[in-house]
């Protein structure tokens, strides 16, 4: 059972342009997120998170969206650049254990178009 | 800051031996470090949780025996492969937490059991 779905496997962007990639969510107990972007080959490298407290958080050209009641949220790059292609996996922290276990998505592989 | 090594980068082994990988946080004390395992095209998937001077916590479906974790110090965690066989071959990433609850990658080690 995907407790995390990123169902967009790939997304293509021009250069420029707004790239907004989604994530969805089925349990509620989810209370901070986060977004990691991968090369091939390489570890994930954190972009940015946000809390359950809050709808929106901002960072540079990355914002990211929580709809809570929707159990969704959205990474949103502004402008896109060749430099942002990749494969952007989003997380959500599990707390039930005791400590935060992360659950990633499947990932979406964006490209942005020169 | 935050960043997190891992070594070797890549191993290749013969069938029956074991492997061990080297997790360490270079610039911060990691009180919780972890350990994912990805298959081709596939999401993260985490493999078992360590505190430092304590036992690891392994994932359902994850053999203990099979994948020794060490959590000796602050900064370095180990993972070994024990009597691989080439259903082991894969790419694992630890990850290394703070005080916060952002979780930094390292950068992977890609394993070949032939």
């Known amino acids: 059972d995907q407790q995390v779905k990123q169902n967009s496997p790939s997304l293509s962007v021009q250069e420029g342009r707004i790239s907004i990639l989604n994530c969805d969510y089925t349990?509620?107990?989810?209370?901070?997120f986060l977004w990691y972007k991968k090369y091939p080959a390489e570890g994930p490298t954190f972009l940015i998170s946000?809390?359950?407290?809050?709808d929106k958080n901002e960072d540079g050209r990355f914002t990211v969206f929580l709809n809570k009641s929707a159990k969704h949220l959205s990474l949103h790059i502004v402008p896109s650049q060749p430099g942002d292609s990749a494969v952007y996996f989003c997380a959500a922290a599990d707390y039930t254990s005791g400590t935060y276990k992360y659950i990633f998505g499947t990932g979406t592989r964006l490209k942005v178009l020169a | 800051g935050a960043v997190v090594s891992q070594h070797p980068s890549w191993v290749i082994c013969k069938s029956g031996t074991s492997v061990k990988i080297e997790c360490r946080s270079l610039d911060f004390q990691a009180t919780t470090m972890f350990w994912y395992r990805q298959f081709p095209k596939q999401s993260l998937m985490l493999m078992a949780t360590s505190n430092e001077g304590s036992k690891a916590t392994y994932e359902q479906g994850v053999e203990k025996d099979k994948f020794l974790i060490n959590h000796a110090s602050l900064t370095l965690s180990t993972l070994t492969v024990t009597s691989a066989h080439p259903e082991d071959s894969s790419f694992y990433i630890c990850?290394?937490?703070?005080?916060?609850?952002?979780?930094?990658f390292g950068p992977g080690t890609r394993l070949l059991v032939l």
């Open positions: 349990n509620s107990m989810f209370d901070y």
């Open positions: 990850s290394a937490r703070g005080l916060a609850e952002t979780q930094y």
């Open positions: 946000i809390s359950s407290i809050k």
